[in-house]
């Protein structure tokens, strides 16, 4: 199994949207970089569900990933704020996941409190400059985070 950290602005899609609905699409990437890391995603793997662009940013809660990758489909949606004009059903450059609840947090892990532990130095999220909406996270670090909880 691998882990995740996935970023969500929560007015949009928040981990209490996740809970209620059980299951839901994770779509609208249009990093390359994030892109391919949700295409190595697979059944079972867990991620972070981190609240981003927001009061309180950071880990609100954990999911999984319900179904592998598969062409996002508001690529091809002209209502859709992902809208991608160079997309087409044969040859859409972009994907999308199903992810599923798994835990809420009872607190967020907030940014500032991720970036004071030593363990998550190298994680992606807490280096400067770094903006990927999607990132691998080591076993390591995924035990780190879950003893600030």
């Known amino acids: 199994m691998a882990y995740w950290l996935m970023k969500s602005e929560p007015d949009e899609?928040?981990?209490s949207d996740l809970k209620r609905l059980g299951t839901a699409r994770w779509d609208g990437v249009r990093n390359y970089q994030a892109r391919n890391f949700l295409r190595a995603m697979k059944i079972g793997d867990a991620f972070f569900f981190y609240h981003s662009s927001c009061?309180?940013?950071g880990i609100a809660g954990i999911g999984t990933i319900a179904r592998a990758a598969y062409p996002d489909p508001t690529a091809l949606d002209p209502?859709?704020?992902y809208f991608d004009a160079k997309?087409?059903?044969e040859k859409n450059p972009w994907s999308a996941i199903d992810v599923?609840?798994?835990s809420l947090f009872t607190q967020v892990l907030g940014l500032g409190?991720?970036?004071q532990q030593?363990?998550?130095e190298q994680l992606p999220l807490v280096q400067k400059g770094s903006r990927l909406s999607v990132m691998p996270v080591t076993a390591e670090q995924w035990a780190a985070i879950l003893a600030l909880r």
């Open 13 to 15: 899609f928040s981990i």
């Open 55 to 57: 009061p309180e940013p």
């Open 79 to 81: 209502d859709s704020h």
């Open 87 to 89: 997309a087409s059903a």
């Open 100 to 102: 599923a609840f798994e």
């Open 113 to 115: 409190y991720l970036k």
């Open 118 to 120: 030593s363990a998550l």
